[in-house]
Structures are given as structure tokens and as C-alpha cells.
């Protein structure tokens, strides 16, 4: 199963992919890049508290090209935006579980950690637009 995803910096070195599970992964990745509307299909357990499970659940229900506010999910599943954006933060499958589909009231919010370098805002500015919510 796979364990969770990283964005790498963009210097990393690649390597291809060793064993069966990380080139279906590979194969999926390049699909969603062609396609935003693609449905990943990966093996996954994703370990975390039920809050973040259930946070997780609601935002792969956030369809591609569409955001919501932390403070509409937060109302949805009966919690708090800064839960949601700490469950967003805590997220092991970024692409499969969209976080960067989830905003701020007023701009595009934080991606992954709440004083994450401006890497991570960007990928999320790139993954909306690539979505075509931007």
C-alpha cells in the first residue's frame, strides 16, 4: 500500500520507479498532469485521528475545477476551519485527497503546513490552475 506522496523541490533528482506499486503510482501521477478530471485508484491506508479521516473523505468530494473555504468544510462536517486546515496540513495523499482544492475566505489560504516555505503555496497556485479553479 502506498504510504503517502511528496512534492519534491524542484532540484531533486529523479529515479525510476523500482517495483510495481510506485510505476502504477507514476503512471497515475502523469495521467492526473494530462488529465485534471482523472480518479486515482492507488492502494492507500491512510493513518490519522477520525477527524482527519473525515476531513480527508469530504474534501475528495470537492469536485476537479471547484474550491471550497476551510470554513464551509469546517461547517459541513460540524468542526472548525482551523481543524480543517490542521487535518489539511496532516494529509499523506495530496493529490489523491485534494487539499490544495480547500481555501481561504479571503485568498488561496496555506497548503500543507501552516509555515511552509512559499514552495508549497505554489504548487497549490499551479495545481488550481491546472484544475482550472483559477
Not at 63 to 81: H, N, R
Not at 86 to 111: D, E, K, M
Request: hydrophobic share 35%; charged share 25%; proline share 8%.
Amino acid at each position: 500500500m502506498l504510504s503517502k506522496i511528496d512534492y519534491l523541490p524542484v532540484d531533486a533528482k529523479l529515479v525510476t520507479p523500482k517495483n510495481q506499486l510506485a510505476k502504477e503510482v507514476a503512471r497515475q501521477c502523469k495521467e492526473y498532469f494530462k488529465d485534471p478530471s482523472w480518479q486515482f485508484d492507488l492502494p492507500i491506508k491512510p493513518v490519522g485521528t477520525e477527524h482527519q479521516k473525515k476531513v480527508w473523505a469530504s474534501i475528495q468530494e470537492i469536485p476537479v475545477g471547484k474550491t471550497k473555504t476551510y470554513g464551509e468544510l469546517a461547517k459541513k462536517i460540524k468542526s472548525g476551519p482551523r481543524a480543517v486546515g490542521t487535518a489539511c496540513g496532516a494529509n499523506p495523499y495530496p493529490l489523491i485527497a485534494p487539499c490544495h482544492r480547500v481555501v481561504s475566505a479571503q485568498g488561496i489560504g496555506g497548503f500543507m503546513k501552516e509555515n511552509a516555505p512559499g514552495l508549497y503555496r505554489q504548487i497549490k497556485r499551479c495545481l488550481l490552475k491546472h484544475e482550472g479553479a483559477l
